[in-house]
Structure formats: structure tokens, C-alpha cells
């Protein structure tokens, strides 16, 4: 598939809302989990072993199907959501967007 063309499904495009989830990689350092751990612990919640912290994205993509969307916001995702190097990317979720429904 080319950047922003359809899949060759031939059919229309629909909204998909794809969650996309970024963080550390194993091993990695990650400094903002070791401070929340650090405050969740000074604030009494001595249960907590481990903090992981990481970034969120909610994308709209326009594809075909659930499956082709999920494929264009992986790509993205490896491309510039996430440094392969040290972080890792999970898709969280693939949903009709919600907001599209009624638009004309």
C-alpha cells in the first residue's frame, strides 16, 4: 500500500479510531516509572512493585476494514510513534469511530 491511498479493497473508506500504546522497552530505563513508583510508595501505597510509564495516542485513520487499519497505524507507529531502539508499541484497540457516525 502507498501512504493515504486505499488498500485496494475497492470499497469506501471508513473511520477507524485506533489506540496505540508506547513504552520503554524492557531493560530500558525508564526515569518517570522509577519517580511515580517513588511517589505512589511516599504516598503509602507500598503494594505497588513496578511503574512503567508510557505515551497514549488515539488515531482516526480511514481504511477499508478493521484490519487494514490496524496495519496503517502500525506502520505509523514504527515509523514515528515509537523509537525502536528503545521503546516498544502495542495496538491497544481498532473501533469504528464513533464521531463519524451521523456526518455526512
Known amino acids: 500500500m502507498t501512504l493515504n491511498q486505499p488498500?485496494?479493497?475497492?470499497?469506501a473508506l471508513q473511520q477507524?479510531?485506533?489506540e496505540v500504546v508506547v513504552v520503554p522497552k524492557e531493560g530500558v530505563?525508564?526515569?518517570?516509572?522509577?519517580?511515580?513508583l517513588g511517589g505512589?510508595?511516599?504516598?503509602g501505597y507500598a503494594t505497588v512493585q513496578r511503574a512503567?510509564?508510557?505515551?497514549?495516542?488515539?488515531?482516526t485513520v480511514s481504511a477499508p476494514d478493521a484490519d487494514a487499519a490496524r496495519e496503517d497505524a502500525s506502520r505509523?507507529?514504527?515509523?514515528?510513534?515509537a523509537?525502536?531502539?528503545?521503546?516498544?508499541?502495542?495496538?491497544?484497540?481498532?473501533?469504528?469511530?464513533?464521531?463519524?457516525i451521523g456526518r455526512v
Do not use: C
Open 7 to 11: 488498500n485496494g479493497a475497492g470499497g
Open 16 to 18: 477507524w479510531t485506533v
Open 29 to 36: 530505563n525508564d526515569p518517570e516509572g522509577e519517580a511515580i
Open 40 to 43: 505512589l510508595r511516599s504516598l
Open 52 to 59: 512503567r510509564s508510557g505515551r497514549f495516542f488515539t488515531l
Open 76 to 81: 505509523m507507529a514504527d515509523r514515528l510513534l
Open 83 to 100: 523509537n525502536p531502539v528503545i521503546q516498544t508499541f502495542r495496538i491497544e484497540s481498532v473501533q469504528p469511530d464513533q464521531s463519524a
